[in-house]
């Protein structure tokens, strides 16, 4: 059985920093293009970046309203995919979502989710 | 940048109607279209991707379709456990979803 569990979600003020991970199991990590979806509360789903296996290139893609200050990575040997969000924002309160589609661009396995809250 | 928009941006149907929430990328992205249904308080559940490609598992009073730049999710016989927003998601290069349907009981 496929599982995300993300993890590191907390109350921050304006421009602090932030890590989650997602510990993953059930699949073949190495494999895997790994992605975090946010949703703010109340609204809909927003696409935040998205990393690929080492064996497809590594690389990492970010939506542009955290380009610059979110930084996504992985350790395959942990099975975990990390989201390091720099110089937060009010508007990045949300609960952020590790998800896997394993080599698809769509999601077939969605964590949890882990709130992350920026006020002062 | 590719654009997603959704329409109604809600509905109220009764039990056995038939549903459709229409879609729209503001470029062609050929068939790389899915569809989610997110019910209070979960996590998004993929229903349908290659626009028409029916999740194992998903009943089959779901379906979809269209490609290039329309797409159509339609609900053949709306159940009272399908009240849920329903998302779609372009997938052919930086995923991007639309901004939701709610559906809901007349």
């Known amino acids: 059985e496929v599982q995300l569990v993300e993890s590191g979600g907390d109350l921050v003020e304006p421009g602090g920093s932030l890590r989650l991970s997602c510990a993953a199991s059930?699949?073949?990590?190495?494999?895997?293009?790994m992605s975090w979806v946010r949703q703010a509360p109340g609204k809909g789903l927003e696409w935040v970046g998205r990393i690929e296996s080492k064996a497809d290139g590594g690389t990492v893609d970010y939506a542009a309203p955290v380009k610059g200050r979110f930084t996504i990575s992985r350790d395959d040997s942990k099975t975990t995919v990390y989201l390091q969000m720099n110089s937060l924002k009010t508007e990045d309160t949300a609960v952020y979502h590790c998800?896997?589609?394993?080599?698809?661009?769509?999601?077939?396995?969605w964590g949890q989710g882990t709130l992350v809250t920026v006020s002062s | 940048d590719i654009q997603m928009t959704q329409s109604p941006s809600s509905l109220s149907a009764s039990v056995g109607d038939r549903v459709t929430i229409t879609c729209r990328a503001s470029?062609?992205?050929?068939?790389?279209l899915a569809w989610y249904q997110q019910k209070p308080g979960k996590v998004p559940n993929l229903l349908i991707y290659a626009a028409s490609t029916l999740r194992s598992g998903v009943p089959s009073r779901f379906s979809g379709s269209g490609s290039g730049t329309d797409f159509t999710l339609t609900i053949s016989s709306l159940q009272p456990e399908d009240v849920a927003t329903y998302y779609c998601?372009?997938?052919?290069?930086?995923?991007?979803f639309g901004p939701g349907t709610k559906v809901d009981l007349k």
């Open positions: 059930g699949f073949t990590f190495t494999n895997a293009w």
């Open positions: 998800t896997t589609g394993i080599r698809s661009g769509y999601y077939t396995a």
């Open positions: 998601q372009k997938y052919d290069s930086a995923p991007t």
């Open positions: 470029q062609g992205i050929a068939n790389y």
